[in-house]
C-alpha cells in the first residue's frame, strides 16, 4: 500500500520559515519525481516544486529563490524548505510522487499540510 505522509505544517509569521517534509512507503522511492503541491481556499491546486529521479529540481515562478526542494533516497523523502513567507503562501500543501512510463503516468498523493502565514 502506498503512502505519502506529509508534516511539518502550520501558522507561522511573515517573513517566517517553515519546513515540510514528505515520508513515502510503499514505492521504490528513487525511481519517483517527487513534488510539492499547494491549493489555497478557492483556487485550483498548482505546483510549487518538483525534483526529478537524477535530482533535477524546477520551481514555480512565485517561489523561486525562497523554497527548497529536496530529498532523501536513504531515508525515502522529500522536504520543502520555505523561508521568507508571505500571506499568499498560505494554503494546503500536498506531496506527489510521480512515475512516468512509456505507458502510463502513474501519481500518488498526500493527503495534505495546511500551511498558514499570518501574523
Known amino acids: 500500500q502506498v503512502q505519502l505522509v506529509e508534516s511539518g505544517g502550520g501558522l507561522v509569521q511573515p517573513g517566517g520559515s517553515l519546513r515540510l517534509s514528505c515520508a513515502a512507503s510503499g514505492i521504490f522511492f528513487n525511481d519517483y519525481q517527487m513534488g510539492w503541491y499547494r491549493q489555497a481556499p478557492g483556487k485550483q491546486r498548482e505546483l510549487v516544486a518538483f525534483?526529478?529521479?537524477?535530482?533535477?529540481?524546477n520551481y514555480a515562478g512565485s517561489v523561486k529563490g525562497r523554497f527548497t526542494i529536496s530529498r532523501d533516497n536513504t531515508e525515502n523523502t522529500v522536504y520543502l524548505r520555505m523561508n521568507t513567507l508571505k500571506p499568499d503562501d498560505t494554503a494546503v500543501y500536498y506531496c506527489n510522487a510521480k512515475l512516468t512510463t512509456m505507458q502510463k503516468v502513474i501519481d500518488y498523493w498526500g493527503r495534505g499540510t495546511q500551511v498558514t502565514v499570518s501574523s
Open positions: 525534483i526529478t529521479s537524477s535530482s533535477f529540481t
